[in-house]
């Protein structure tokens, strides 16, 4: 067994070596991945918000699996990254776009670097407050952007380092969102390191005229910057 999951209908999902394991009242139905074409390598389960389910796994191919087993759609040579309060699915493909699909599925929006995202994007995030979220490098520094549903503001952070962590997205309970560097260590640098922090001023959201972050450094505090 690589992955579980449990969709919005109460259905239990499993998925171990080639098959997908499906639990739903109270009985088992097994589909062999060969007849679905769902990827095989380490699969990983998402549900969405619509009850369907998202497979994928490294260096796979994302599926969505709706509640009908019978029917799915694939994406290639794209890695899902999160699904947005409003149901949209967000994608990196292997270009450095970030893609976003409508919650029916039919109509894709690509965004590059001229756009207002990092030149080398490496994960999108999703906040409560329904911004979006784009962390990575650009052009040799680490750089966040955030999207407010219509316009992309992108921050660099030469301070933090060249590239945002991908794996360090993360919101607090009161709304904050914080990202970590991602650069390898290197005293020579001109990097402290550490993690910015983003904070919302009251009224105003993320919008590029309030948007207030911090850099914080291991073993500091913020009277220390």
């Given at each position: 067994?690589?992955?579980?999951a449990e969709?919005?209908?109460g ?9 997908l ?11 062999d991945?060969g007849?679905?074409d ?5 699969p990983l ?24 087993p ?10 899902f990254q ?19 699909n ?8 690509w965004f590059t ?10 994960v ?9 979220w784009?962390a990575?490098?650009?052009e040799g ?10 316009t992309?503001?992108r ?21 904050e969102?914080?990202f ?28 590029h005229?309030?948007?207030s972050y ?5 073993h500091?505090?913020e009277?220390d910057?």
């Amino acid at each position: 067994m690589s992955s579980m999951a449990e969709s919005s209908d109460g259905v239990i999902w499993i998925s171990a070596r080639r098959f997908l394991h499906r639990y739903a009242n109270n009985r088992w139905e097994v589909m062999d991945s060969g007849y679905l074409d769902i990827p095989t390598s380490a699969p990983l389960l998402y549900t969405l918000n619509d009850g369907s389910l998202l497979v994928t796994g490294p260096h796979e191919k994302a599926m969505i699996l709706n509640r009908d087993p019978n029917r799915f759609a694939g994406f290639e040579q794209v890695l899902f990254q999160v699904e947005a309060a409003d149901g949209s699915r967000w994608f990196l493909s292997k270009e450095g776009q970030v893609g976003r699909n409508l919650p029916d599925g039919t109509k894709w929006t690509w965004f590059t670097r001229d756009d207002g995202i990092p030149a080398i994007p490496s994960v999108v995030f999703a906040s409560s407050d329904g911004t979006i979220w784009v962390a990575g490098s650009h052009e040799g520094v680490a750089s966040v952007a955030r999207f407010d549903g219509e316009t992309w503001t992108r921050d660099l952070l030469p301070q933090l380092g060249y590239r945002v962590g991908h794996l360090s997205p993360f919101e607090t309970s009161d709304g904050e969102v914080w990202f970590g560097n991602g650069s390898e260590a290197d005293r020579s640098g001109p990097w402290k390191g550490g993690l910015v922090r983003y904070q919302r001023i009251p009224g105003g959201g993320f919008s590029h005229r309030s948007v207030s972050y911090t850099h914080l450094r291991a073993h500091e505090t913020e009277a220390d910057l």
